[in-house]
């Protein structure tokens, strides 16, 4: 019988956890709450596969993935599009193959993204804040329409092109700027560089996936290209926006608002809970939390019931693949 082992399980994810079992009773599948580190790393002897999502690194040190090659593991499933928690030249130099789940469901995401954009247009978070204060003047606040507003996309890959379709659905010009031109979206996105998105775009997106290449990749000067009507949205990956430019953009109106799923640093906080304390151990967070025209979420754009199931199952089934002898189309090729 086969054996897996997944690692840091949360609750949410439990039930999928039991369906797949029960779809594959010829496979023994075990999990923990524990995230795979130096310290835990033991807990993989005598399984055949490993299963694992989170949002820290696994090591410092390519011992991690020496080890788990020494226990007879050759492959890594991550639950999560994102891969970054994994050094994949490392895994790559231990016999270790990586798969990760590129397509949970981008309609999540892009729902997120286009909750964050209708926000941020119609000045949800400045009219939250003066109820708060039992003001209900609207004046100052009037909105702009999605059919007036260019959106540029940063990244139209699965995710960046379903939220291309929805803003063009509601008669808003497209923008999009990706490595290669997709002509399934001609008559939808218009191609151009980043430099023209962040020139002329009202709504910037980002939809790109975390890599040395991408790291702040909007800082200080990008923010000084965008115009002072502009909204930026994250909804990727924390580190693709350096927060210090961010929040000086924010202070220097060089940007109108921005909505932000994901920050730098964000394991510090995000699920946990620090109820009934007088502050959080991230302070760029509790800056962006002080602006009214921030819309803030707690990396949650994945989370639907659907991109859920699909990261647990597909994670799972991509590991009993590659443990039984069969191919993956979902392996990560370390350059």
């Given at each position: 019988?086969?054996k897996?082992?997944?690692?840091?399980?949360?609750?949410?994810?439990?039930?999928?956890?039991?369906?797949?079992?029960?779809?594959?009773?010829?496979?023994?599948?075990?999990?923990?709450?524990?995230?795979?580190?130096d310290?835990?790393v033991?807990?993989?002897?005598?399984?055949?596969?490993?299963?694992?999502?989170?949002?820290?690194?696994?090591?410092?040190?390519?011992?991690?993935?020496?080890?788990?090659?020494?226990?007879g593991?050759k492959?890594?499933?991550?639950?999560?599009?994102?891969?970054?928690?994994?050094?994949?030249?490392?895994?790559k130099?231990?016999?270790?193959?990586?798969?990760?789940?590129?397509?949970?469901?981008?309609?999540?995401?892009?729902?997120?993204?286009?909750?964050?954009?209708?926000?941020?247009?119609?000045h949800?978070?400045?009219?939250q804040?003066?109820?708060q204060?039992?003001?209900?003047?609207?004046?100052?606040?009037?909105?702009?329409?999605?059919?007036?507003?260019?959106?540029?996309?940063?990244?139209?890959?699965?995710?960046?092109s379903?939220?291309?379709?929805?803003?063009?659905?509601?008669?808003?010009?497209?923008?999009?700027?990706?490595?290669?031109?997709?002509?399934?979206?001609?008559?939808?996105?218009?191609?151009t560089?980043?430099?023209?998105?962040?020139r002329?775009?009202?709504?910037?997106t980002?939809?790109?996936?975390?890599?040395?290449?991408?790291?702040?990749?909007v800082?200080?000067?990008q923010?000084?290209?965008?115009?002072?009507?502009?909204?930026?949205?994250?909804?990727?990956?924390?580190?693709?926006v350096?927060t210090?430019?961010?929040?000086?953009?924010?202070?220097?109106?060089?940007?109108?608002?921005?909505?932000?799923?994901?920050?730098?640093?964000?394991?510090?906080?995000?699920?946990?809970?620090f109820?009934?304390?007088?502050?959080?151990?991230?302070?760029?967070?509790?800056?962006?939390?002080s602006?009214?025209n921030v819309?803030?979420?707690?990396?949650?754009?994945f989370?639907?019931?659907?991109?859920?199931?699909?990261?647990?199952?597909?994670?799972?089934?991509?590991?009993?693949?590659?443990?039984?002898?069969?191919?993956?189309?979902?392996?990560?090729?370390?350059?």
């Amino acid at each position: 019988m086969k054996k897996i082992l997944a690692f840091n399980i949360l609750d949410y994810e439990k039930e999928f956890v039991g369906q797949w079992a029960a779809e594959h009773p010829d496979v023994q599948v075990d999990f923990n709450q524990i995230e795979l580190h130096d310290d835990t790393v033991d807990l993989a002897k005598g399984y055949d596969g490993i299963d694992y999502r989170q949002r820290s690194k696994l090591s410092t040190t390519p011992d991690l993935y020496r080890k788990l090659h020494d226990y007879g593991i050759k492959q890594l499933a991550l639950r999560s599009a994102g891969v970054d928690s994994c050094q994949l030249h490392w895994a790559k130099q231990c016999g270790l193959t990586i798969t990760n789940v590129p397509s949970y469901s981008p309609e999540a995401v892009a729902e997120m993204t286009l909750t964050h954009a209708m926000n941020l247009v119609r000045h949800i978070p400045q009219f939250q804040s003066r109820i708060q204060r039992n003001d209900y003047i609207v004046e100052g606040l009037r909105s702009r329409e999605l059919s007036e507003l260019t959106i540029g996309i940063i990244g139209v890959g699965r995710i960046g092109s379903t939220v291309a379709r929805i803003f063009k659905r509601f008669g808003a010009t497209v923008l999009g700027n990706d490595y290669k031109e997709n002509p399934a979206l001609k008559g939808i996105v218009t191609y151009t560089s980043k430099e023209a998105i962040y020139r002329t775009a009202d709504i910037v997106t980002m939809h790109v996936y975390m890599s040395e290449d991408n790291y702040h990749m909007v800082g200080k000067d990008q923010f000084a290209m965008m115009k002072p009507s502009a909204f930026l949205i994250n909804c990727s990956r924390g580190p693709v926006v350096d927060t210090d430019a961010l929040i000086a953009a924010l202070e220097n109106k060089q940007i109108a608002g921005a909505g932000i799923d994901v920050i730098e640093d964000e394991t510090k906080i995000f699920n946990q809970t620090f109820e009934g304390q007088p502050e959080i151990p991230l302070k760029a967070y509790e800056k962006l939390k002080s602006f009214d025209n921030v819309f803030l979420t707690p990396h949650v754009a994945f989370y639907t019931d659907i991109a859920v199931e699909n990261m647990v199952k597909q994670s799972l089934d991509d590991t009993l693949k590659l443990i039984s002898g069969q191919q993956s189309d979902h392996v990560i090729r370390a350059v």
